[in-house]
């Protein structure tokens, strides 16, 4: 009876092996198809290379063979990688996929590999041993994902852009996700060759891809289960239509595809979403903020009037349009700066610059002791700048807690090594991380939705939550990129509250904001741009008496006879027509 | 000059193809993996219709379009719609369509087995012509002019009408054309449809080429199709079209001058180039990134 099934049990750990080199890189939002190539590269030279059984014994051979297979296929991705790795979603797949084709017909024409015969190898892998190499290559993911690492690939999958925002090398984290994937695929293509005795370059080609990468969705790609699930369920079905008596040769491949298409369809996660998804609470201690960080490395922030961000002549052209022009601006430590001005004023291009989104065409600045322009954003955030965006950019399927603890990245350890020998200081580390995320959601008043997922979330919580993942970076200085847009006045006015108090425990804040009543009661300072220009900078009593501020708003006086000239711009818009009945419900 | 008509006879199929897979990537945004398997399917269909209709092969052309029309849009509602809204969208419309594949390849299966099938004798009349010292064969200019002709047809509905407007209105934004009155399904639909009518044509066109129809012809030709779209721009209808051509080219003078093993290297070795040097593609434009 096993005997029987000997052959298919092996199968599905192979599979789902060769599925788990899909998921190393899918979990990171990466489409490749190149995991065929390494494996087949590994394969061929793992056979080539290793020793021959007969003289050193069938498990050590083997054993040599798979460190060689895994080391060539981890190369083969660094060297794949680093010319590839700026590539993107379906042009990734498409490089990789041609990098397999050409590893495909290269062999096939060469003489060491056998050609187009392929090359016998001695039987050696058992069920036994597939299914041991499939345990490891299994507790390696599960490990991984709630680890400091797992959490900026899943991060750079929700989210490139922000994840690089909250500190995450990304092309880094990128490449060794791939490095990850062709050893593993490296595993597959050497337990491959040691089972079924005889390769050939034509088992490693699109189709072999294609079956790995469906293994893995059907699975589902962010559940570590997932491929072996996946791995399962597509082997089985072919068993099991055999065992049925399905005979005829289209039937069973048609009944597979169906099946297919009916996962893929109904069940959005794979078919990992069945087993339902632990989510870890801290436990509730330590109410206040930024006392206690233990075990977090902390900053060094700049003493009170020091120069947080320095801006000298800062310009950007988009094509012809000047979106920000000659702007000097100075921001000293302590202070709340206020950024305002009409839509299209160039606000928004002009923090991206600041926290090194978007490089300045021309001008310089200096923020926090990095030159922006040719530092990469991550290091910008390293260096103490952490933002919000204008149009929320959450981890959509990471919970609310998670997404702080993303947010927590360069304060926190990594965990992800420790993890796997289950060091108990992995564990502190974690838990710190934890408890640091969950003061961080409770300072913005989300303590309760910790668990909920971020696109589950309302709006307004949303906004607060992308406040939350910036405090957990332990800023120096916080962007805020109208942080009250779409919320009520009295949330708009807890906001106030809020920023406020984060001031006083001596952040620096770049506030940017339409609602100009909200950034008159904040504000120590602001600066108001119009078509890309500073037009005026004061306290919030000179700017809501200047008049050029208030025909930029308002429109010249001529134009215009009705308005009240003086102080109208804050009343105008505290005055929210959106603050309906159902706005005391919130509080 | 023989092998530059040869190079030029194939390359269209190519740029045919390329072109329907291009037109929904470059609109929709997705990648339709079904594309090949309608290709193969409409290569038997045509035979099929030549065979057992006793239709001529210039009335089984326009039928097989049709054809590909209406497998298309079995593949925008079954594999593509259900997906709308999702985050994996992408991931998880390669897979849909993967999926639909399958089940057309196991259906031509089940209809035709898995032997190769040819066209029946004398379908195609065997008139040759002389061009400037070369020979080609009736079937060859009909092939080159079919497909220019569907070409040059696509990029006046593409630029000209309305239909097309809404395409490229899509393309930019399909939020955005939804407010200002475009039937977003409506149009994502037709473009299915127009896609498979082009990749069907290429599929009875290759068919004729070679005289014989395979099952695997589809995957065959998939890879050299991605390879194309990327080389001249993903969305990029001309560049999909000089694609095809530079790649029948190189790949008939590759086999001349290299050897017949190494065509296939051909193919993606350009594409590596082009993704190294210019990923855009020749033709295709930088997008600006969204912060």
């Known amino acids: ?587 | 000059m023989q092998q530059l008509l040869n190079g030029l006879f194939i390359g269209s199929i190519y740029a045919l193809f390329a072109i329907g897979f291009t037109l929904v990537f470059g609109i929709l945004d997705r990648l339709n993996l079904a594309h090949p398997a309608v290709f193969a399917a409409s290569a038997f269909v045509g035979i099929e219709l030549v065979e057992r209709a006793g239709l001529s092969i210039w009335l089984a052309i326009p039928l097989v379009l049709v054809f590909g029309g209406i497998v298309g849009l079995v593949v925008e509602r079954v594999a593509f719609r259900p997906l709308k809204g999702r985050p994996d969208a992408h991931f998880a419309g390669l897979i849909s369509s993967i999926a639909l594949a399958g089940m057309v390849i196991a259906l031509l299966q089940w209809r035709y087995g898995p032997d190769t099938r040819r066209f029946p004798a004398g379908s195609f009349p065997d008139t040759r012509l002389q061009i400037a010292g070369a020979q080609v064969t009736v079937v060859q200019v009909v092939i080159l002019v079919v497909s220019i002709g569907l070409m040059v047809g696509l990029t006046l509905l593409v630029t000209r009408s309305r239909l097309g407007r809404g395409m490229r209105a899509i393309a930019e934004n399909p939020n955005a054309a939804r407010v200002l009155g475009v039937d977003v399904d409506r149009v994502t639909a037709t473009t299915f449809a127009i896609s498979s009518a082009l990749g069907a044509v290429a599929g009875v066109l290759f068919a004729m080429n070679v005289n014989s129809a395979q099952l695997g012809m589809g995957t065959a030709i998939e890879l050299k199709g991605l390879a194309v779209i990327i080389v001249g721009g993903m969305g990029s209808l001309p560049g999909a079209l000089v694609g095809g051509l530079v790649l029948g080219l190189a790949e008939v003078f590759a086999v001349q001058y290299i050897g017949s093993s190494w065509r296939d290297l051909i193919a993606f070795g350009l594409l590596f180039a082009i993704l190294l040097l210019r990923p855009q593609g020749l033709f295709g434009a930088r997008k600006v990134r969204q912060v």
Request: with cysteine; aromatic share 6%.
């Open chain 1, 1 to 587: 009876m096993i005997a029987q099934y000997s052959a298919t049990i092996t199968f599905i750990a192979l599979g789902a092996i060769f599925a788990y080199s899909f998921y190393a890189v899918l979990v990171a939002g990466q489409l490749s198809l190149g995991q065929a190539g390494f494996a087949s590269v590994a394969a061929f030279s793992a056979v080539t290379l290793g020793p021959d059984p007969d003289q050193v014994g069938d498990l050590p051979a083997l054993l040599v063979a798979i460190v060689i297979g895994m080391a060539v296929g981890a190369i083969a991705a660094v060297v794949l990688g680093l010319p590839t790795m700026h590539l993107r979603g379906v042009f990734l797949a498409i490089a990789t996929l041609a990098f397999a084709e050409a590893v495909r017909i290269l062999l096939l024409n060469q003489e060491w590999s056998g050609g187009a015969q392929g090359m016998s190898v001695p039987k050696i892998v058992t069920p036994a041993i597939a299914w041991i190499a499939l345990a490891v290559v299994a507790y390696w993911f599960w490990r991984q994902g709630p680890s400091r690492y797992g959490r900026a690939l899943a991060a750079i999958r929700e989210d490139e852009l922000a994840a690089r925002a909250m500190g995450i090398d990304v092309g880094r984290y990128r490449l060794s996700a791939f490095v990850v994937a062709g050893a593993v695929a490296g595993l597959y293509g050497v337990l491959w060759a040691f089972f079924v005795r005889l390769i050939a370059p034509e088992d490693f080609g699109f189709s072999t891809a294609i079956d790995g990468l469906v293994t893995a969705v059907v699975g589902g790609s962010t559940m570590f289960l997932g491929p072996l699930l996946g791995s399962g369920f597509l082997t089985a079905i072919p068993e099991l239509q055999r065992a049925l008596g399905v005979e005829a040769g289209w039937i069973r491949p048609f009944l597979s595809s169906v099946l297919l298409l009916v996962v893929i369809l109904f069940l959005p996660g794979g078919l990992a979403s069945f087993i339902p998804r632990r989510v870890r609470m801290p436990p509730t201690v330590g109410e206040d903020f930024g006392s206690d960080h233990a075990g977090l490395a902390t900053r060094l922030h700049q003493a009170s009037g020091e120069t947080v961000a320095e801006l000298v002549g800062l310009s950007k052209e988009y094509g012809g349009v000047h979106a920000v022009r000659d702007v000097d601006l100075q921001i000293r430590s302590g202070e709340v700066v206020g950024l305002i001005g009409p839509n299209g004023a160039g606000k928004t291009t002009l923090v991206n610059m600041i926290s090194g989104l978007v490089p300045p065409s021309s001008g310089r600045a200096t923020v926090l002791g990095v030159t922006i322009g040719r530092t990469p954003a991550h290091r910008v955030a390293a260096a103490g700048v952490s933002r919000t965006f204008q149009h929320a950019k959450l981890f959509a399927r990471l919970s609310a807690l998670e997404n702080v603890l993303v947010g927590a990245h360069l304060v926190s350890r990594p965990t992800f090594l420790r993890r796997m020998v289950w060091l108990t200081s992995a564990r502190r580390d974690e838990r710190e991380s934890l408890e640091h995320a969950a003061r961080c959601l409770r300072r913005v008043g989300l303590g309760d939705r910790a668990t909920t997922r971020a696109s589950s979330l309302s709006y307004g919580d949303q906004r607060r939550l992308e406040i939350a993942r910036a405090l957990a970076a332990d800023p120096s200085l916080l962007i805020l990129d109208e942080p009250a847009a779409g919320m009520n006045h009295v949330e708009a006015s807890s906001l106030s509250t809020l920023i406020r108090s984060l001031a006083v425990d001596g952040l620096t804040i770049l506030l940017i904001e339409h609602n100009v009543g909200l950034v008159l009661e904040t504000c120590s300072r602001i600066v108001v741009l119009n078509f890309g220009e500073v037009i005026a900078s004061g306290s919030p009593d000179e700017i809501a008496a200047d008049p050029v501020v208030i025909e930029a708003y308002l429109g010249s006086a001529e134009e215009d006879p009705g308005g009240p000239p003086n102080g109208s711009i804050a009343a105008g818009t505290l005055a929210d027509p959106t603050a309906g009945p159902d706005a005391t419900k919130r509080v």
